[in-house]
Structures are given as structure tokens and as C-alpha cells.
């Protein structure tokens, strides 16, 4: 029975898994992510007539970033080895939100010619001058901080790999700059990995790299070649010949109170591999199983509450349906009895109407992204592709937020339309922009790459308020313009007429109070989320790669169906124990969701980063904060459609005297 289910349940994603391993495996490619051709020099001039072979392979680099630190920095602030010959990348929108900072590199390699130490640059510092003692300190602090590099190839993170516990290997898309031993001996970070990094209270910078890179040959060999990956190694070498170094000697130390003069330089090695069998991996195969486990059960509760749900409703309406055509029809009792207050008005309408906008605007935004992120339009290697996606339909969206928030201001009696559109433009908006804008401040104070450039901020104000805040307008409105096809467009339609008396609510069980019900309707919703949000804090505080957008827009579409049933399983007993005011309780019964969230993303903090000072500190809990309002909206406005759905159906169902 529940077993065998169970197991189709799990065959079945496990399938839909696999499938969409294999459209990766096959050659299809997205617009503007085309694999390059790569040739050896002497065949990229003959092969004039392919265009795309390139015989020179660049690296990029990007910003660097801690564990220990919310703040990134630029490539450049640690004063390393650049090219200053060429112009950086053009950046999009997401790439500068998400401060990411690529430029070129002197870094430069030919095609299939190895290479060994070979000299980059060489970084002289006098500890007595002051530029000079900074530059050298806030190299320190960044070792100290295990700052990583993020080198990037032919659109491909660099990795490097290293030996963990049970003789398995850990690969991990950046490298440190060096590392610290402590005035007790202890080794932290990268340290561990050679014996010979044993000076106390000494750092060691890693300015060398072993760098590797695989590639294949394609069919049709005249094509050229394609990179499938690049490792590389960090080691530390003193170089005692700087003109001609040998890549051999001690490591290269600083120590914590030397004075004088001291010269870094920096070097690389690089060779290429053929691999003749290129095959798509699938990582995590455990965190797979663990999601499509979670998956499974919560399709199960939620498939449960759907069944008594429909059952009971069911012999209610008929009960009830039955009880008019009887002419000696017994009393009514229940839910019936508050059919002449159920669509009064709720109280603070204005701004429940305003959220309702918003909560539409958020909602088709993160549909449409997270659909086009799972067809594999914003790939991880799309850069910066899907926060641009979500800001510009964000911007698009101001009409549907409009019209929303008006039509149901205009169905709860309002008259201050004027107040009402402004706030739908400017209210959320405004408190999530003025939220980033103090975490901007931050940035800026810190020198961080993160902070958005004063033009980009422009950009986004202009936007908001050329774009976004009169497309609200038009829609405000439609929706307050009395029109049948706009009118029926949400279904705001009440099948019931309203009293002119309101009618006393009985006193209420503890179940049934506001509160109690209101903590309860989020645990459902939360509960189908937390694993995939584990992830997505993972990937944006501990600087890991997300790629599972399969698997988040399916639980994006169980979350919509979880918060639906738990809001309308309360407001159904709401009104069965005669109490009408469902409004704001739907909205935020599974609006908690994202107090919940809230307490997980607090957990999170204390329990799995390693985040040290006041600023890495604020940013946490400051662009957290921003989530969480934007998830409280979401999860809101889901519920409350929901429940005006449900509300309507059943009354409109029964035949009402």
C-alpha cells in the first residue's frame, strides 16, 4: 500500500533527476553560452575558416571572499599581480548587486604548452613606508581572515582540490591566499597541509599555483578542442634566484613583527591533460536523496489535509444543501450562520491591499525566474543572469501590483485611492531600498566590491520611479475603473450579501484564538522548505555554487500548495466556530512562514558561519531582514488568494436564504 506508493513517489523524481542530467549531457546549448574551440597556435592559423578556435586561454579573476567575513574585496585590493593593459568585462545588473568583480589577469597561457614556474610579478614592500605597511597589513588580515581566491576559466571556476578524512577528495571552486600559524603553533586554515609551515606566529602566502587543465577533443577534430575543467594547487616558495626562479626552497614566510624590506614574488605552472571520456558528473548524490525524501513527505501531508479537508466540506454542503429543502428545516449552526458578515471589510484595509499588490508583484517575479532558472536560462554560468531577470521583471510588474491592490481596496469600500496607489509604489519598495541602502553605507565605509556604485544606485532609483512606480499607476487604474472583464479578472465577486449589523462573535476556543492559529498555520509551509533553504543559505554566505533549480521550483510549487491548505484548513474552522474576521488572518496565518524562516536564518548564524565583526555582523541580519519581508509578502499574499478562493466557492455552493 502506503510503501509501494511511497517508492513510485521517489522512482518518479528520481527519473525527472535524471532526465534533466541528461539534457545537460546532451549538446544543447543556451543562447550566449556556446562552448569555445580551442587549437594549438600553428593550427589556429591554418584553420582561418573556423572563426572560434582561439589558441589563447585567458584567466579571470573574480572578488574574494571569507567564511569569516560578509564583506568581499576586489582582486586589486590586495595589491596582486594585474593587468592593467586591458579593460575589465562588462558587468550586468546582477553581477554588480551581487558584487561580483571580474578582470583580466596576467595570466595568459597557449594552448597545450606546458609551462613550469614561470615568473608573474614581484611585490616589493618597505615596512617603513606607510602606503607600503598598509598594503602589507591588509594582506595579513586577509590571510588571517582565510580570504579565497576565485579564478575563473573559459567560464569555468578554477578549483582546488585537497584530501579530507577517509581518503576523499574535497573540491572547492576557490583557493586561499595564505594562511596563519598561531604564537602557540597551532596551524589555521590551509596551513595543515604542509609540515613545513611550522614558525610561530608567522604567515604564509601561497604565490605559486600548479594549475591543470583538461580538456577533450570534439568529433570532428577540426574543430578544436574543448576545456571540460582546471585545478590547481597553491603551494609558497621563497625563490631565492627572483629572476630565474626554480619553484624550489623553503615556503615564503612574513612575519608578524618583522621590519625591513620584503619582496613577494609570484609564479605559475601550468599543463594541459586530454580526457578521452568526458562525462557530466551529478554532485550530491546524498543531498539528492535527502530533498526527494523530504519532497515525498511533505506530498503526503499535504495530500492528507487536501482528502479531509474535501470529505468533510463535502458533507457539510450536503448536510446543509439537504437542511433548505426540508420545510421544517432544523436551526442553522457553524459556518452558515456568518454568511451576512463573511466579506465585511476588514479593518486597516488600506494596508492589507497594499501588501496584497505587493505580494502579486513578488509572486509572478519569483515564478517566472525560478521557471526560466529551471529550463536553464540562469545558470550558475550565466553570471549575475539571475538576479538581473528578477529585478528587471520586478520593475515590469508594477501594473499587476497596482491593479491587485486597488481592485481589493475598491471591493473593501476604500474611497483614498490616491493614498492607496502611493502606497502600493512606494511603501514595500521603499522600506526593502532603504534597508540596502544603509547595508550600501556599510559597504562603502568598509571598502568592500560589494557596495553598488553610486551610478548603479541611480539606475536602480530610476527604474523604480520611471518604470515600476507609472506602470502602478495604470494599473490602479483598471482597478478601480468599473469594468466586467477586470472586475471578473480575480474573481472578486461576493455570492452573499453583507449585513448592515455586524454579528457577535461567540467566545473562542484555544484553537480556534487568533494567535495560536496564526503560529500553527506556518509549520507546514516551513516544513517543506528548510532543506532547500539550508542550500540557499549555503550558497550565499558560505560561497558555494547553487545549481538544484529542478528541485526549487518543484518545492517552490509544493510551498504554494501547503500554504494554501493550511490557510484555508484554519479559516474553515475559523468559521465554523462563527468568528468572520479572516482577512488578515488568512494573510498572515501562512505569512508566519517567514517568521520561521526568520528564527532559521538566526540558527543558521550562530550555529554554521564562522562571521566575526560588527559590520559582517549587521549585513547578516540586515539583508536578511530584507528576505524575510519579501518572503512574508509572498507566502502572504499566496494565503489570502487562497482563502478569498475558498471563502467564495462555499458560499456561492450553498444555497443561502
Known sequence: GKMVVFHRVRVVILLL???????????????????????????SDKNSDVPDCKSTIELFVNRLDSVESVLPYEYTAFDFCADQSEKRPSENLGQVLFGERIEPSPYKFSFKKNLDCQSVCLKSYNTEKTEDKAKLEFLKKGMLLNYQHHWIVDNM??????????????????????????DTGRAKDACVVNADFNDKDTFYIFNHVDITIFYHMVENEAAGARLVAAKLEPKSYKHTNLEKPDCTGPPMSLGNKFNGDIKIPYTYSVKFMMINNHKSWIAGTEIVICIMNSLVIVLFLSGMVAMIMLRTLHKDIARYNQMDSVEDAQEEFGWKLVHGDVFRPPRKGMLLSVFLGSGTQIFIMTFVTLFFACLGFLSPANRGALMTCAVVLWVLLGTPAGYVAARYYKSFGGEKWKTNVLLTAFLCPGVVFADFFVMNLILWGEGSSAAMPFGTLVAILALWFCISVPLTFIGAYFGFKKSPFFFKLLGIEHPVRTNQIPRQIPEQSFYTKPLPGIVMGGILPFGCIFIQLFFILNSIWSHQMYYMFGFLFLVFIILLITCSEATILLCYFHLCA?????????????????VYFLVYAIHYFFSKLQISGLASTILYFGYTMIMALIFFLFTGTIGFFACFWFVTKIYSVVKVD
Open 17 to 43: 533527476f535524471v532526465c534533466g542530467s541528461l539534457r545537460d549531457a546532451l549538446s544543447f546549448y543556451l543562447p550566449g553560452l556556446a562552448p569555445v574551440s580551442f587549437c594549438e597556435k600553428e593550427e
Open 578 to 594: 462563527e468568528d468572520y474576521h479572516w482577512q488578515w488572518r488568512s494573510f498572515l496565518t501562512s505569512g508566519f512562514t517567514a
Open 157 to 182: 571556476p578554477v578549483t582546488w582540490c585537497y584530501d579530507v578524512e577517509d581518503n576523499q577528495k574535497f573540491c572547492n571552486p576557490g583557493f586561499p591566499i595564505g594562511c596563519y600559524v598561531t
